[in-house]
T-cell receptor
Framework: EAQVTQNPRYLITVTGKKLTVTCSQNMNHEYMSWYRQDPGLGLRQIYYSMNVEVTDKGDVPEGYKVSRKEKRNFPLILESPSPNQTSLYFC????????FGPGTRLTVT | RKEVEQDPGPFNVPEGATVAFNCTYSNSASQSFFWYRQDCRKEPKLLMSVYSSGNEDGRFTAQLNRASQYISLLIRDSKLSDSATYLCVVPNSGGYQKVTFGIGTKLQVIP
């Protein structure tokens, strides 16, 4: 089954404790992207990747890092999470349409 | 003007009604558009693509008005299962590297 997976689905952490949200797709898509969704603001792009070792900033990249060492994986790294990064995060991959992962609900206290 | 604007609603409509939402965009160079459906904080899923003047799929019709820079989504004979948030998606560049999502319009179909 074609899908995008994310882990963990839910995470509660404390300010400053580094965390990684994994994202993997089995559709051999070159393009992958991370979004955060907040009430009243919609989905905002954090980072995207056009292919292995090619990444670029989206609209809200501050406080996040990504890497793309393999085509299927695109992890999102928060080196020092802060409460304003509490949000619902979606990973997506794309050909002619976007395929989204199930989301990761992150709470930073 | 925001890049993509949608009325957040909610739109409360009775079963069987016809409902339409609009999405306005500011980038006149945008060539294609998408409507995504999102259920209660789950992942968005593609509903329809709009590449030219419009698209129709069963009870759903999407139309594009380039002159006025908006796309619309029409839902006929609303079902309870249509209750969801509908996101308008506008790629910012030809390669779709960056896209702008609308905040979504919430639809609640009531019995």
């Amino acid at each position: 089954e074609a899908q995008v997976t994310q882990n963990p689905r839910y995470l509660i952490t404390v300010t400053g404790k580094k965390l990684t949200v994994t994202c993997s797709q089995n559709m051999n898509h070159e393009y992958m992207s991370w979004y955060r969704q907040d009430p009243g603001l919609g989905l905002r792009q954090i980072y995207y990747s056009m292919n292995v070792e090619v990444t670029d900033k989206g609209d809200v990249p501050e406080g996040y890092k990504v890497s793309r060492k393999e085509k299927r994986n695109f992890p999102l790294i928060l080196e020092s999470p802060s409460p304003n990064q509490t949000s619902l995060y979606f990973c997506a991959s794309r050909t002619s349409q976007w395929y989204f992962g199930p989301g990761t609900r992150l709470t930073v206290t | 003007r925001k890049e993509v604007e949608q009325d957040p609603g909610p739109f409360n409509v009775p079963e069987g009604a016809t409902v339409a939402f609009n999405c306005t965009y500011s980038n006149s160079a945008s060539q294609s558009f998408f409507w995504y459906r999102q259920d209660c904080r789950k992942e968005p899923k593609l509903l329809m693509s709009v590449y030219s003047s419009g698209n129709e799929d069963g009870r759903f019709t999407a139309q594009l008005n380039r002159a006025s820079q908006y796309i619309s989504l029409l839902i006929r004979d609303s079902k309870l299962s249509d209750s969801a948030t509908y996101l308008c998606v506008v790629p910012n560049s030809g390669g779709y590297q960056k896209v702008t999502f609308g905040i979504g319009t919430k639809l609640q179909v009531i019995p």
